[in-house]
């Protein structure tokens, strides 16, 4: 049965002056990203222990977007790391902090080829050949970039642009990964912005559905999965595929 709100309860709150901007959920804990309402700081919270965790990186720029990854990935040395891998949106790109403890994070580390203003860093699911892969916004255009083990390092594949680089494309805003489905090609959803459009084929609001193979590299098409027009002019301005 859909959840009517009943038993809501706060398990956390942000401190006195600071706003809740965006909020990521991995198998552990729950992180959240917080600004000052007087200095637009950033802080990165785990909200599951608010007693005992906070951290600011600078420069955070203005974005606050934040995504954890799947769990069991990532390397320190030699070793491998079991938890989640934070990416989020810094002054100077996206960042990654990898793992969480109980209260300690290593220090974070920005993504090679990532830039100022990259933002909604999305991770994709750990597909069956091992590839994990990091969708982000740039200029309005979806770009991935594929993090793997090397030497004992994580290492990352230089960004590449899989779309809008056509006037046909969307203007993304939000994006989201499928879940991955055995026999089913790899998909993003894209929200077109809500106030505005420069595709003929897409208006603010809609969301299209992307086809894209992680193998090869190849973008095989897109698809409208919800029209706002014909929906009221009721128009997406974010969403979730779980």
């Known amino acids: 049965a859909a959840w009517n709100g009943s038993g809501a309860a706060a398990r956390w709150a942000a401190p006195t002056g600071w706003g809740l901007d965006a909020i990521a959920w991995c198998e552990v804990t729950t992180f959240a ?11 990165i919270v785990m909200t599951s222990n608010p007693g005992g965790f906070n951290y600011t990186w600078t420069p955070l720029g203005t974005d606050g977007s934040l995504d954890c990854s799947p769990p069991a990935f990532g390397h320190l040395g030699p070793n491998s790391i079991q938890g989640n891998m934070l ?30 203003n990259d933002w909604q860093p999305h991770w994709s699911p750990l597909f069956a050949d091992g590839e994990l892969w990091l969708a982000f916004i740039r200029n309005y255009e979806v770009w991935v970039t594929e993090v793997y083990a090397s030497g004992g390092d994580n290492a990352w594949t ?62 095989s098409g897109a698809q409208l999965a919800y029209d706002a027009s014909a929906n009221g002019g009721v128009k997406a301005r974010d969403l979730a595929w779980r």
């Open 33 to 43: 990203s917080v600004s000052d309402a007087a200095t637009g700081d950033l802080d």
């Open 87 to 116: 990416a989020f949106a810094g002054g100077g790109g996206l960042y990654t902090a990898f793992p969480y403890f109980a209260d300690s994070f290593l220090v974070p580390e920005q993504i090679p080829g990532t830039a100022a």
């Open 158 to 219: 230089a960004p590449v642009r899989i779309y809008g680089a056509s006037a046909d494309d969307a203007t993304a805003m939000r994006i989201a990964w499928a879940p991955e489905t055995s026999g089913a090609p790899d998909r993003l959803a894209v929200v077109e912005h809500h106030l505005f459009s420069s595709s003929p084929l897409y208006e603010a609001g809609d969301i299209v559905v992307l086809t894209w193979n992680h193998a090869t590299g190849t973008f």
